[in-house]
T-cell receptor, first 114, second 116 residues
Framework: AQSVAQPEDQVNVAEGNPLTVKCTYS??????LFWYVQYPNRGLQFLLK????DNLVKGSYGFEAEFNKSQTSFHLKKPSALVSDSALYFC????????????WGLGTSLAVNP | GAGVSQSPRYKVAKRGQDVALRCDPI?????LFWYQQALGQGPEFLTY????????KSGLPSDRFFAERPEGSVSTLKIQRTQQEDSAVYLC??????????????FGPGTRLTVL
């Protein structure tokens, strides 16, 4: 079955430290991978996506993500975390044959401590 | 408009009532999606429109759920005879092209539905 997993419910980091939010996927065919962030009482905001090409994708607000085909992963990273990065992060995948809808992970709550 | 808007932002319904949730996509966006997000979960796909055509409604959980986009712009998600399990945040998203799998979907703030 096609799926996306975010193995950590919560990630805690200190402000200024690097952060990683993990995502793995299981799909047949080429995956198209997305990261979104959700702040309380607000909609999902697009951060970045991987379609093809360079495995390191740079996105909004200093975030980047690395696509690793052999490990079927697409981890979100930021070199230096800010308290304002504290939010809920979702990984999603679209792939050939699923008629454009996104399949979502359960989300990871990121807490950046001052 | 500048972004996707949804109304109302919050809706409380008594079990058995009908509700209608509205989505205004980004101007000119061809594709429109509805998702349901239960508390503590990721969004779940409900349905997809390309202009006024509903091309995929495989995620609608029952025949009580109905969506339309009659003029290819504003969309309405209607839930008849609401049940407590319908309580969730309903998210609308739009994208600019005819639904390529690589498209970025832009989301509205959602409508939080609570069924008592």
């Amino acid at each position: 079955a096609q799926s996306v997993a975010q193995p950590e419910d919560q990630v805690n980091v200190a402000e200024g430290n690097p952060l990683t939010v993990k995502c793995t996927y299981s799909v047949s065919g080429n995956p198209y991978l997305f990261w979104y962030v959700q702040y309380p009482n607000r909609g999902l905001q697009f951060l970045l996506k991987y379609i093809t090409g360079d495995n390191l994708v740079k996105g909004s607000y200093g975030f980047e993500a690395e696509f690793n085909k052999s490990q079927t992963s697409f981890h979100l990273k930021k070199p230096s975390a800010l308290v304002s990065d504290s939010a809920l992060y979702f990984c999603a995948v679209s792939f050939w044959g699923n008629n454009r809808k996104l399949i979502w992970g359960l989300g990871t709550s990121l807490a950046v401590n001052p | 408009g500048a972004g996707v808007s949804q109304s109302p932002r919050y809706k409380v319904a008594k079990r058995g009532q009908d509700v209608a949730l509205r989505c205004d996509p980004i101007s000119g966006h061809v594709s429109l999606f509805w998702y349901q997000q239960a508390l503590g979960q990721g969004p779940e796909f409900l349905t997809y429109f390309q202009n006024e055509a509903q091309l995929d409604k495989s995620g609608l959980p029952s025949d009580r759920f109905f969506a339309e986009r009659p003029e290819g712009s504003v969309s309405t998600l209607k839930i008849q005879r609401t049940q407590q399990e319908d309580s969730a945040v309903y998210l609308c998203a739009s994208s600019s092209s005819v639904g390529e799998r690589t498209d970025t979907q832009y989301f509205g703030p959602g409508t939080r539905l609570t069924v008592l």
